[in-house]
Nanobody, 119 residues
């Protein structure tokens, strides 16, 4: 059974930083690309950052230079370091296995972690 457990969200002022974690289980983590996605109120879920098993990264234009995705295969964990946060980064953040197109693979999601950036 696939499980994705996100944590690390919170309330932060604009310009601040947060670090998110996602612990995965139920599949072979190390051979899969992973992605962080977010969904703001009234908007569709979107890819924020992706990381292949080989270490190649992909970022949404809106977060390039501010967010960094990384992984620890020994801990089955993917991370998202978010710096220089903006109010428009406010959303619920989720992780998932990423397909080659960077779309999510699993149709079931974790509960996510709320990130709120105040101006």
């Amino acid at each position: 059974q696939v499980q994705l457990v996100e944590s690390g969200g919170g309330l932060v002022q604009a310009g601040g930083s947060l670090g998110l974690s996602c612990v995965a289980s139920g599949f072979i983590f190390s051979i899969n690309a992973m992605g962080w996605y977010r969904q703001a109120p009234g908007k569709q879920r979107e890819l924020v950052a992706g990381l292949t098993k080989g270490g190649n990264t992909h970022y949404a234009d809106s977060v390039k230079g501010r967010f960094t995705i990384s992984r620890d295969n020994a801990k089955n964990t993917v991370y998202l370091q978010m710096d220089s946060l903006k109010p428009e980064d406010t959303a619920v953040y989720y992780c998932n296995v990423a397909a080659s197109s960077w779309g999510p693979v699993f149709t079931s999601w974790g509960v996510g972690t709320q990130v709120t950036v105040s101006s």
